[in-house]
């Protein structure tokens, strides 16, 4: 059975920069698209970043290009979300999200979740 932990959230002032980790269990790391997604409170989740199995390729919300990079080491089984330049309204819940079917980058499902990592950032 595979998991997704994801850790590296905590409170920081705007401006300031955060990496989340998310450590994938298994063998099978190489074969999942991986993505992140946000949950701010009384929203809707969002798209936030994606990148392919090979990491060759990477797709990013609006919000955050520019100032968000999404990057994967296949040697740790890990992906990261590199955060700079944070804003308040960066403050969610940050997802990590894998998918073994589908390879579109632009795809938005995906099939496992973690438990999610809380990223506040204070004005």
């Known amino acids: 059975q595979v998991h997704l932990v994801e850790s590296g959230g905590g409170l920081v002032q705007a401006g300031d920069s955060l990496r989340l980790s998310c450590t994938v269990s298994?063998?099978?790391?190489?074969?999942?698209?991986m993505g992140w997604f946000r949950q701010a409170p009384g929203k809707e989740r969002e798209f936030v970043a994606a990148?392919?199995?090979?990491?060759?390729?990477?797709n990013y919300a609006d919000s955050v290009k520019g100032r968000f990079t999404i990057s994967r080491d296949s040697a740790k089984n890990t992906v990261y979300l590199e955060m700079n330049s944070l804003k308040p309204e960066d403050t969610a819940v940050y997802y990590c999200?894998?998918?073994?079917?589908?390879?579109?980058?632009?795809?938005?499902?995906?099939?496992?979740w973690g438990q999610g990592t809380q990223v506040t950032v204070s004005s």
């Open positions: 298994g063998r099978t790391f190489s074969s999942y698209r």
């Open positions: 990148i392919s199995r090979s990491g060759s390729s990477t």
């Open positions: 999200a894998a998918d073994p079917f589908f390879t579109n980058i632009a795809t938005m499902k995906f099939h496992l």
